[in-house]
T-cell receptor, first 114, second 111 residues
């Protein structure tokens, strides 16, 4: 069974640009979550989608947005990139959003802002 | 709100030594607790989980017991190997559709 697939693996952008990251969940998984990982702030929750609906959002500015498609694939977008947006962005999927359901992570997209 | 506190690293051990990583949590409800492991250049892998008080999660020689009275979920392994070198994250999920993570503990095992 294929795992969570994130594309691209690496991305280099400059300040002011925008970027779109993609995530394909494990087949059958309907919940997709996004996290930002940085050395200073650790792992921080961005947002969670289930059946194309955003059900929770972390404490990030409106420049960070996401969506989920009917096939459960998800994208996140960051506009007007800042140097501080440099991070590893991780996507995770789970069967459902029940408390007991573990999340399965992809290998992430490494975003570097110059 | 929910939060997780992990012992500060890094932790350096010799092969076959005993490993303990402390984790305590604060939650408003009855969370599920998880340990994830991250190897260099990779995402997080679920190591083990526990969903209610006194549950013991175990996998690959690692164990952790959900202690509600002390709000703890300490990770232990009796005999570590070089291949256990990684970053370990304690996390909780509490009906809010997200994982709250600890800061992570870097473990290095020397041969």
């Amino acid at each position: 069974k294929a795992g969570v697939t994130q594309t691209p693996r690496y991305l280099i952008k400059t300040r002011g640009q925008q970027v779109t990251l993609s995530c394909s969940p494990i087949s059958g998984h309907r919940s997709v979550s996004w996290y930002q990982q940085t050395p200073g702030q650790g792992l921080q929750f961005l947002f969670e989608y289930f059946s194309e609906t955003q059900r929770n959002k972390g404490n990030f500015p409106g420049r960070f947005s996401g969506r989920q498609f009917s096939n459960s694939r998800s994208e996140m977008n960051v506009s007007t990139l800042e140097l501080g947006d440099s991070a590893l962005y991780l996507c995770a999927s789970s069967l459902d959003t029940g408390v007991n359901q573990p999340q399965h992570f992809g290998d992430g997209t490494r975003l570097s802002i110059l | 709100g929910n939060s997780v506190t992990q012992m500060e690293g890094p932790v350096t051990l010799s092969e076959e030594a005993f490993l303990t990583i402390n984790c305590t949590y604060t939650a408003t409800g009855y969370p599920s607790l998880f340990w994830y492991v991250q190897y260099p250049g990779e995402g997080l892998q679920l190591l083990l989980k526990a969903t209610k008080a006194d549950d013991k999660g175990s996998n690959k020689g690692f164990e952790a017991t959900y202690r509600k009275e002390t709000t703890s979920f300490h990770l232990e392994k009796g005999s570590v190997q070089v291949s256990d070198s990684a970053v370990y994250f304690c996390a909780l999920s509490d009906n809010d559709y997200k994982l709250s993570f600890g800061a992570g503990t870097t473990v290095t095992v020397r041969a």
